[in-house]
């Protein structure tokens, strides 16, 4: 039952705007990452993936959820570009996520999350969710090893930022909005940001079995925290 419970999870960021496109025909396993040429000159920035993290908090559901785990899913594989010169204006950027870089039930990372994931995770449970999960019927890392999110436009308003994204995770596209809260230093421009989204917007379906009796919420906790510098 462990390994049935943690067959999931999807990666984008924040609240999904409009129904996501039908899945797409994969392109002989290229990343969709390379599709935006990086910027180059001032206000150009790469993200830095050793400071960078998406944490994904994912819930069980269903009447037999006691017989299956929730889940912390962290990628600190996250690469792309900024381009930024100190106003929305012009703001862009590209990121690119690769889902074998996916990392499930880190003990220490569970611990950071709370009494929601305070049990622990047997080995066999933590390998049959990462199987599961880059498997054909959801993320699909054979045909699609790369989630892409690319900015539409970004906008500001007094304390906070918002990101309109084009998103591309196993074939599928979607937009999504994205909140967050932008600092900046010489040389380095950080995003964060935590909020919820769902699976089915972005032509994910979140896992279920025994008529769903044992299931996955629909809806993630996604924690972010993006870290561009120059150079």
């Known amino acids: 039952m462990y390994k ?7 990666v984008a960021l924040l609240a999904a705007c409009g129904a996501p496109k039908p899945r797409e025909t994969p392109a002989g396993g290229a990343t969709e990452g390379a599709r935006i040429q990086s910027p180059a000159g001032a206000g150009a920035y790469r993200i830095d993936s050793a400071q960078s993290e998406l944490r ?6 269903g009447p037999l959820a006691r017989l299956g785990h929730n889940h912390v899913i962290v990628n600190h594989a996250v690469g792309g570009w900024v381009k930024f010169a100190g106003n929305a204006s012009g703001a862009a950027f590209s990121l690119s996520v690769p889902v074998a870089d996916f990392v499930v039930d880190d003990a220490r990372m569970r611990g950071e999350e709370g009494a929601d994931f305070s049990d622990e995770v ?4 933590k390998s049959g969710t990462r199987r599961n999960m880059l498997g054909p019927a959801l993320l699909d890392a054979d045909h699609f090893p790369t989630i892409t999110l690319a900015s539409v436009a970004v906008t500001q308003a007094p304390g906070t930022w918002t990101a309109t994204l084009d998103v591309r995770v196993a074939g599928h596209r979607s937009t999504l909005i994205v909140p967050f809260t932008l600092e900046t230093s010489a040389g380095r421009v950080s995003a964060s940001g935590t909020a919820v989204l769902r699976q089915s917007a972005m032509g994910l379906t979140p896992f279920s079995v025994m ?17 561009a510098v120059t150079g």
């Open 211 to 227: 008529l769903g009796a044992l299931q996955v919420q629909d809806e993630l906790s996604v924690k972010f925290k993006l870290v």
């Open 122 to 125: 047997p080995e066999d449970a």
């Open 4 to 10: 049935i419970c943690g067959a999931i999870c999807t």
């Open 56 to 61: 994904l908090l994912v819930h069980r559901a």
